[in-house]
């Protein structure tokens, strides 16, 4: 009976490459205005499908006019979200990633820095939280970051608990805007990252933005040291946990670090 019914490998392909691009554009979009904006889309896409197979004729033609220009509304109403996507299909999906599809859905861990360095880190961060000394540190995934390691001053430097306690010294020249990690090496200091559109708390300001937006269109994390209230919070996917504690941050470093001894 459903012999007509024919499924070929390259459709279920098809729909897990659907599947695939609407989940990242899922994530990309969560917490923005262009969420809501894609479910009203849809939503009167719907009702277009409705208004069609009723066959309400005047209806489905103002509709349909309005449809068959809605592409091109879309590509500048969503402009931001669009180059965003574009910017994270380059920057994450090379071979390597086609390759693991446990980092084709970005739960891969980062390969950026040892115990050792985890734990200086970690010192050189609860130490600022307790001077409540701000800091922004991004560690590098399988995104290379150049454009934004570009932005700051190159370094190239050792990971150690000193050098990033006094980079962020509030009289240093490079306090401003984050480091950046990768390779074993503090790469550069005083880099600007791009801020994230989403709402957030009105508590946090632009160090947390710009934390949560280098997650949202890489697969780096961050961790941010509030000059404010002396808190620690994690940033990944552009996702925030506030205020974790030494351990935690520990075990979120090592938990999404692969370390490279
Ligand atoms: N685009 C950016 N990229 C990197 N760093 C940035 C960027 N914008 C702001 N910063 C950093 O954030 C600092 C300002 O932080 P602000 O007080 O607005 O943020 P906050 O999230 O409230 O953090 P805090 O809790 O530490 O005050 C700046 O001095 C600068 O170092």
Not at 28 to 34: P, R, S, W
Not at 75 to 102: A, C, M
Not at 113 to 123: A, G, H, K, R
Request: aromatic fraction near 8%; glycine fraction near 6%; charged fraction near 20%.
């Amino acid at each position: 009976m459903m012999a007509f019914i024919t499924i070929r490998f390259l459709d279920i392909l098809d729909i897990f490459l659907v599947a695939l691009l609407l989940y990242q554009l899922y994530r990309l979009i969560k917490g923005t205005v262009a969420f809501n904006i894609v479910i009203g889309l849809f939503s009167l896409y719907l009702l277009w499908l409705v208004v069609r197979a009723l066959n309400m004729q005047l209806l489905g033609s103002i509709m349909g006019q309005f449809i068959g220009v809605g592409v091109l509304a879309l590509i500048i109403v969503f402009h931001p979200e669009i180059r965003k996507f574009l910017v994270f299909i380059g920057t994450n999906y090379n071979v390597n990633r086609l390759l693991s599809i446990d980092k084709l859905f970005g739960t891969a861990k980062v390969k950026t820095i040892n115990q050792e360095q985890i734990e200086n880190l970690v010192d050189a961060c609860v130490s600022m939280a307790k001077s409540k000394t701000g800091a922004l540190i991004v560690i590098a995934g399988d995104s290379e970051l150049t454009d934004y390691i570009n932005t700051g001053e190159k370094l190239n430097a050792r990971i150690s608990s000193s050098l990033i306690r006094t980079i962020f010294f509030k009289n240093s020249p490079l306090h401003d805007g984050a480091i950046i990690i990768k390779e074993n090496k503090i790469k550069a200091a005083g880099c600007i990252l791009p801020l994230t559109q989403k709402e957030l708390d009105q508590m946090l300001g632009l160090r947390h933005r710009a934390a949560v937006g280098i997650t949202e269109s890489t697969d780096a994390v961050v961790v941010i040291v509030s000059e404010e209230r002396g808190s620690i919070s994690f940033t990944k996917d552009g996702e925030i946990k506030r205020r974790i504690s030494k351990e935690v941050l520990t075990t979120l470093l090592e938990e999404n670090i692969v370390r490279s001894e």
